[in-house]
């Protein structure tokens, strides 16, 4: 486990009637949405974040779980928060980005999205449903060393093989995401290109949307140096929509 010391816990943070979820990636823990999470609580949202299944335990347990897992974890953190608060917004990294655009295709009272690096296409993954059958994991190269992430050292192949299945799953229900969308991209983020933001943007219905590629951000954005830019950014996008007349 990299940086065990951090706290990846479930995140859960009661504020006022407007709900945001925030969904980490694959091996990561609620580490990598956390300082987002704490910039919406000062703005007086209630802010949830999940520890997927598989997550922050042990990279066997990500072997043994399901994309459908993930997702299922996901929708009843959605489910509880939209019982609680009158507007609801989903955002989520990487991984999590996937599971934000599902939720958000099955649910139309989902008032926006937003998505960090999302991970709809990874090139090197392409081998992974053969590499399955051969090897457990597959060992991290960090690149991303002074970041306070906490998640797992390495990847769970059968977990990779998993979110190959997911990404096949959301490209195929794009068309069904109508929500106000922001999508952040990193100019620096050597797994998720550029291409799969602009892939995005063409593929959902959305009549609200907005791509940033930001300069300076890996894939790991919510903990590197333009946070403080998505978390203004992030803020704007969710006030606008609230002051924006709604729809019956």
């Not at 399901?66 to 009158?86: G, N, V």
């Not at 990874?122 to 590499?131: H, R």
Request: glycine content about 8%.
């Amino acid at each position: 486990m990299k940086n065990p010391e951090l706290d990846g816990e479930p995140v859960i943070f009661e504020g006022n009637s407007v709900g945001v979820l925030l969904l980490h990636g694959f091996t990561a823990t609620t580490a990598e949405v956390r300082y987002l999470a704490e910039r919406l609580r000062e703005k007086g949202y209630t802010v949830s974040a999940p520890l997927l299944p598989g997550h922050g335990t042990h990279p066997d347990d990500l072997n043994q779980t399901k994309w459908l897992a993930w997702y299922e974890a996901a929708e009843a953190s959605y489910l509880d928060l939209r019982q609680r608060c009158e507007r609801v917004f989903i955002g989520g990294e990487s991984m999590g980005g996937l599971l934000a655009l599902l939720i958000a295709s099955r649910y139309a009272k989902v008032d926006g999205v937003m998505l960090f690096a999302p991970a709809l296409e990874i090139p090197q993954l392409s081998l992974v449903p053969l590499l399955q059958h051969f090897k457990k994991y597959q060992p991290k190269h960090y690149k991303e060393d002074n970041l306070a992430w906490k998640g797992y050292n390495v990847y769970p192949l059968k977990g990779l093989a998993q979110l190959v299945k997911l990404q096949k799953v959301v490209k195929k229900e794009l068309p069904q995401v109508t929500q106000p969308t922001l999508i952040f991209m990193g100019k620096l983020d050597t797994s998720v290109p550029l291409s799969v933001g602009e892939k995005i943007y063409d593929g959902i219905e959305s009549n609200h949307k907005e791509l940033i590629n930001l300069e300076n951000s890996p894939h790991v954005m919510l903990l590197a140096e333009e946070k403080d830019l998505i978390s203004q950014q992030v803020g704007e996008f969710i006030e606008d929509i609230l002051s924006s007349p709604t729809e019956e």
